[in-house]
C-alpha cells in the first residue's frame, strides 16, 4: 500500500513541476509577444510622429533585456539559481527556524 501511495505522490508531484514549467512557458511567450508587438507599435510611432529623434531603442534595449533574462530562467540556461537551489535554500532556511525554535525550549 506505502509504494502505491509514493508511486502516485510521485506522478502527482511530476504533473504539478511539469505544470509549473508549462506556465512559465506561457508567461516567456506572452511576453516575447508582447515585446514584439508593443516595440513595433513604438516603432511606427517613433518614425511616424519624430523621425529625427530615435527613441524606440530605449525601450527596445531594456525591455529586451528582461526578455532574455526571463527566456534565461525559464529554459534554465543557469540553472545554478534554478529550482534545485530554490528548494535546498528552503530547506536550510526551515532547519535553521527549527533549530531556533528547539534553542529557546
Known amino acids: 500500500m506505502g509504494v502505491v501511495m509514493e508511486m502516485n505522490y510521485n506522478e502527482e508531484e511530476r504533473y504539478i513541476q511539469?505544470?509549473?514549467?508549462?506556465?512559465?512557458?506561457?508567461?516567456?511567450?506572452?511576453?516575447?509577444?508582447?515585446?514584439?508587438?508593443?516595440?513595433?507599435?513604438?516603432?511606427?510611432?517613433?518614425?511616424?510622429?519624430?523621425?529625427?529623434?530615435?527613441?524606440?531603442f530605449w525601450p527596445l534595449l531594456w525591455w529586451g533585456v528582461g526578455v532574455v533574462f526571463h527566456g534565461l530562467k525559464v529554459f534554465e540556461v543557469f540553472p545554478t539559481l534554478g529550482k534545485e537551489w530554490e528548494e535546498r535554500k528552503i530547506k536550510e532556511f526551515m532547519e535553521k527556524e527549527k533549530q531556533n525554535k528547539n534553542k529557546w525550549k
Open 18 to 56: 511539469a505544470r509549473k514549467k508549462v506556465e512559465n512557458l506561457k508567461g516567456f511567450y506572452g511576453n516575447l509577444v508582447a515585446y514584439v508587438l508593443v516595440n513595433a507599435i513604438l516603432i511606427f510611432i517613433n518614425l511616424y510622429t519624430s523621425p529625427q529623434y530615435l527613441w524606440f
